[in-house]
């Protein structure tokens, strides 16, 4: 038996859930994955800082057949080109606009830091289409060095059926998961949530997630008079989500119509749909792809709450369960990560040993994807056991 591949993965942030996919992947197709460690807050500007050294002190001195980087920040830039200048096969994964996220010196500095390096390594991988127009167009990569990675999900953490459970039998919610940063625009979404709010005074959003913008966002539901209407969980691990997701109605996706918003693609859409859940989103980037498997609206907050009071009303057209489908068949992490393990092997030069790759989950959502009831915080004092349904 061959040795087993040994690859060194640096990420930007450590809670990155793409990142956390492709060293899972790297793994379930039997390499030997190292990653790095987190250093202070997480997806915080100084977790960037403190972890440039490590990283570099792994790259100078760890063996391996290949360096993976997940997003160009220079925490994970820097070690690549250690790797390089050593003979290791360079990998980046790019999955944003990093510098659209920030205005004025901030944005520059973010892409002055970033313009340099992507066109240096041996492989670069994206997600939307533009982003491979931004880093030929825009970076000067190889267009022969880029390959594209959809956009996936973790179906096993979806794996059941999903039913209305006892969480708030008088109350109707709706989600909205999010990582609580630069990029979430939840603010819009609370303003929209108060008209809502004014037409079902019962009704619930449970806000999933933590982030450097938490606080800011508690003062303005409290400001826009949702104490009441709207629960915040905090920070939650990826395998608490689908029990949040379980107890709702409905999910909300709002994007704001800004150059980071057409670059991207959504993991939290793609939950949504792996959960079952029916969602209300408006039209922006990616998002005008899924019109059929979405509720849409215009982007103006009146008519995001008209379309989400459509939907706690009932009134719905059963799309969830073409988006279900579509999830099944399209984006599930596991076949997606085993095709682009070979088809990286292949263009690094790598032997790949992977195994076949497994069907697609397409009875994903009737096997219990939780083997433990999970506890879901739907207030400060009240915690709520989600468990699996009886078989």
């Known amino acids: 038996m061959s040795p087993r591949l040994r690859?060194?993965?640096?990420?930007?942030?450590?809670?990155?859930?793409?990142?956390?996919a492709f060293v899972d992947g790297l793994r379930d197709a039997g390499w030997e994955v190292i990653p790095s460690r987190g250093r202070g807050p997480r997806s915080s500007?100084?977790?960037?800082?403190?972890?440039?050294?490590?990283?570099?002190?792994?790259?100078?001195?760890?063996?391996?057949?290949?360096?993976?980087?997940?997003?160009?920040?220079?925490?994970?830039t820097l070690p690549l080109l250690i790797c390089r200048a050593r003979g290791i096969p360079t990998w980046l994964d790019i999955d944003d606009l990093d510098h659209g996220y920030r205005s004025?010196?901030?944005?520059?500095?973010?892409?002055?830091?970033?313009?340099?390096?992507?066109?240096?390594?041996d492989l670069v991988s994206f997600?939307?289409?533009?982003?491979?127009?931004?880093?030929?167009?825009?970076?000067?990569?190889?267009?022969?060095?880029?390959?594209?990675?959809?956009q996936g999900v973790d179906l096993?953490?979806?794996?059941?059926?999903?039913?209305?459970?006892?969480?708030?039998?008088?109350?109707?919610?709706?989600?909205?998961?999010?990582?609580?940063?630069r990029a979430c625009d939840l603010d819009v979404v609370l303003r929209a949530w108060r008209l809502v709010a004014d037409r079902i005074p019962r009704a619930l959003l449970l806000v999933v997630g933590g982030g450097p913008r938490l606080r800011r966002f508690r003062r303005l539901a409290t400001r826009l008079g949702l104490d009441d209407n709207v629960t915040f969980t905090g920070a939650v691990e990826p395998s608490e989500v689908a029990?949040?997701?379980?107890?709702?109605?409905?999910?909300?996706m709002y994007a704001?119509?800004?150059?980071?918003?057409?670059?991207?693609?959504?993991?939290?859409?793609?939950?949504?749909?792996a959960a079952g859940v029916p969602v209300v989103c408006n039209g922006i980037g990616e998002l005008t792809e899924f019109e059929p498997f979405t509720y849409q609206s215009d982007s103006t907050e009146e008519a995001f709450a008209a379309m989400t009071l459509r939907?706690?009303?009932?009134?719905?057209?059963?799309?969830?369960?073409?988006?279900?489908?579509?999830?099944?068949?399209?984006?599930?992490?596991?076949p997606i990560l085993h095709r682009a393990e070979g088809e990286v092997a292949r263009r690094l030069g790598l032997r790949s040993s992977r195994p076949e790759p497994p069907p697609a989950t397409a009875t994903a959502a009737a096997e219990p994807a939780i083997g433990q009831p999970v506890q879901v915080r739907l207030s400060p004092t009240r915690t709520v056991t989600a468990a699996p349904p009886d078989r």
């Not at 901030?106 to 002055?112: C, I, S």
């Not at 997600?127 to 594209?148: F, M, S």
């Not at 704001?256 to 749909?273: A, I, M």
Request: glycine share 4%; net charge positive.
């Open 243 to 252: 029990a949040y997701l379980a107890t709702a109605d409905v999910a909300l």
């Open 256 to 273: 704001t119509d800004r150059p980071v918003n057409r670059y991207r693609c959504s993991l939290k859409l793609r939950e949504y749909f």
């Open 45 to 76: 500007p100084l977790e960037l800082a403190l972890t440039v050294l490590p990283n570099c002190w792994t790259a100078l001195t760890s063996r391996a057949d290949v360096a993976v980087g997940c997003k160009p920040h220079l925490n994970v």
């Open 311 to 334: 939907l706690l009303d009932g009134h719905d057209d059963g799309r969830q369960a073409l988006a279900l489908d579509l999830v099944r068949t399209e984006m599930d992490w596991r």
């Open 104 to 121: 004025g010196l901030g944005a520059f500095l973010v892409w002055a830091t970033q313009r340099a390096f992507p066109k240096r390594f």
């Open 127 to 150: 997600h939307n289409p533009l982003l491979r127009d931004h880093l030929v167009d825009g970076l000067g990569c190889d267009p022969a060095r880029t390959i594209r990675i959809p």
């Open 156 to 181: 096993e953490r979806f794996a059941r059926a999903r039913r209305a459970t006892e969480v708030t039998p008088e109350r109707p919610v709706a989600v909205h998961a999010s990582h609580l940063n």
């Open 7 to 20: 690859a060194l993965c640096f990420t930007a942030y450590t809670d990155n859930l793409r990142a956390s």
